[in-house]
C-alpha cells in the first residue's frame, strides 16, 4: 500500500503532519512521533516578540495560533508560552536535524516586517525543510478597513518569499471576506501551501473574577467541515499543496480530506489525547480501509470528491446549500 504524498515539494511517507505544539518542542518527543509513523513535524512556534526581543503584550498580535498552543495548552496546563530565545532555537534545531530522518518545518508567529523575517534566513542556514508562516492578527481599529489586513499579510509572506529559497506554507483563517481570493493572491506571491485553518483561542469571561479570559479551544471531527469545504474548492484552482489542519482526528478524518482534495494533514489534539501511537494505530486502520476499498495509494483517492469537474463551484455550494434546508425536517 502506497501511502506517500508529496506536499510542498516534500516527498512524506504518509499525509499525517504533527502541528506545532508542545509536542514538537523537544528532539525527545519528535523522535517519538517519527517512530510511531509521523512523515514531518512543524516545530513549536518562534515569535515575533521572542525574535526582536520585544516586551509588548502579545493580545497585540496573533496569539498562538494554529494547532499549536492555542489547541494544546488545555492538556498541558503548566506549559506557558515559551520565552526561549531565538538563537537557542537555531541551536536545537541542528541537533535535531541530526538526530531525524523526517522533514522539518519551521513555524514563524507574527505580524509585522521586522526582525523576524530576516530570521526566516538564519532558519533556511540551520537546515529547516521547510517555513509555515501563522499571521492570524485580530484588528480592534474601527477604522482600519478589511483590505488593509489582506495587505498586511500579503506584504508579510511577501517579504518572507523575499528572504528564503525554502519552500514556505501559510496558515490562513476561514474569515477573510473571499478566502478564494486571499489563496488565490498568497500562491500567486509564492506560496507553496495552504494550511486551512488556524485555530484562535476562544474569548470567554470570568463571572468570578469579572475580567475577560482566554480560553484553550481543542478541535473535534465537527470543526472538519470548514476545511473540506475549502479543501474542495481550492483543489486543482490554486497552484498550491493544501494541508487540512483543524478537526483532523482519526483516519476517516484523513481520508475525507484526502478525497476533497488536501496533499496532507497536521495533527495535534488526538496526538496530546491519545499518545504518539495514536499515529501508528491511525495508520494501521487508513490502510486496512484502503485494503477493503481496493485503493492502491492515496495519490488515487486525492480530489475525487473536490469541486474540481464543476466549472461553477459557487453554484455547485449553493445547490447543495438550498437542498439540505429544504430537506430538514423535525
Known sequence: MDLSTTYMGLKLKNP???GASP???TIESIKKLEENGAAAVVLHSIFEEQINHETHELDHFMFAGSESYAESLGYFPEVKLSNLESEHYLEELIKLKEEVNIPIIASLNGVSRGGWIEYAKKLEDAGVDALELNITYIPTD???EGKEIEEMYLDTLKAVRESVSLPVSI?????FSSPANMAKKFTNIGANALVLFDRPVH???DLENLNSVQTINPSSSKDLSETLRWSAILYKKVDASICASTGVKNYEDILKAMMSGA????????ILEHG????KNTLDALTQWMVEKEYVSIEQMKGSISLHHSSNP???????????LTSYRY
Not at 171 to 175: E, F, T
Not at 314 to 324: F, G, N, Q, T
Open 276 to 279: 504518539p501511537i495514536h499515529i
Open 203 to 205: 474569548v470567554d469571561i
Open 142 to 144: 474601527l477604522e482600519l
Open 23 to 25: 509536542l514538537t518542542a
Open 171 to 175: 496558515k490562513m483563517n476561514a474569515i
Open 314 to 324: 459557487a453554484a455547485y455550494e449553493r445547490a447543495s446549500y438550498m437542498r439540505v
Open 16 to 18: 499525517i503532519i504533527i
Open 263 to 270: 496533499d496532507a494533514v497536521q495533527m495535534v489534539t488526538t
